[in-house]
Antibody
Framework: QVQLTESGPGLVHPSETLSLTCTVS????????VYWVRQPSGKGLEWMGR???????SYNSALKSRLSISRDTSKNQVFLKMNSLQTDDTGTYYC???????????WGQGASVTVSS | EIVLTQSPTTMAASPGEKVTLTCRAS?????MHWYQQRSGASPKLWIY???KLASGVPNRFSGSGSGTSYSLTINSMETEDAATYYC?????????FGGGTKLELK
């Protein structure tokens, strides 16, 4: 059974760094790519970046200067770090599995992040 | 990057009514995926590669389209179909989503 679970702090102060972990089960990180997608409160979905199955990374150009994605295959975990957070970074952050052709066939339950002082 | 525009933004349908949601791309894409998101829940893959239903999706749903114009159709609206639907393209990097159509029950 494919599962993805996001974890991390619910509250981050402005200008600080957000660190999130996506723990996966039911599939291998060396066989599938994992994406990070975020959703500002009450708004739509934004693709943030990906950890490819071969270890390569790609980022949304709008976030590239602030974003870093890495992984630990031995722990089945993918990590997201984003610095210089502002209030408009508040929202829910999801990790998803890319089956192929950009099909996001499994999603985590989401990590709610509030940026506030 | 390819911009996806969904219409309408919001709509309401009565039980039994036929519903069509549209998604237009700023450039031609090879296929379109659709996700359903109920209130307070994570998005779920609903339709992939334009017309293939994800596991567990009722066959009253269908998808069609090509090039820059795609649609999701519900043959007969049911209560459980009230949700927000997002289209998404993965054939051109980076992947992009439409702004969503919120479908309500009338």
């Amino acid at each position: 059974q494919v599962q993805l679970t996001e974890s991390g702090p619910g509250l981050v102060h402005p200008s600080e760094t957000l660190s999130l972990t996506c723990t996966v089960s039911g599939f291998s990180l060396t066989g599938y790519s994992v994406y990070w997608v975020r959703q500002p409160s009450g708004k739509g979905l934004e693709w943030m970046g990906r950890m490819r199955y071969n270890g390569d990374t790609s980022y949304n150009s709008a976030l590239k200067s602030r974003l870093s994605i890495s992984r630990d295959t031995s722990k089945n975990q993918v990590f997201l770090k984003m610095n210089s957070l502002q209030t408009d970074d508040t929202g829910t952050y999801y990790c998803t599995r890319d089956r192929y052709k950009g099909v996001m066939d499994a999603w985590g339950q989401g990590a709610s992040v509030t940026v506030s002082s | 990057e390819i911009v996806l525009t969904q219409s309408p933004t919001t709509m309401a349908a009565s039980p039994g009514e036929k519903v069509t949601l549209t998604c237009r791309a700023s450039s031609s894409v090879s296929y379109m995926h659709w996700y359903q998101q109920r209130s307070g829940a994570s998005p779920k893959l609903w339709i992939y590669e334009t017309s293939k239903l994800a596991s567990g999706v009722p066959n009253r749903f269908s998808g069609s389209g090509s090039g820059t114009s795609y649609s999701l159709t519900i043959n007969s609206m049911e209560t459980e179909d009230a949700a927000t639907y997002y289209c998404q393209q993965g054939s051109s990097y980076p992947p992009t989503f439409g702004g969503g159509t919120k479908l309500e029950l009338k």
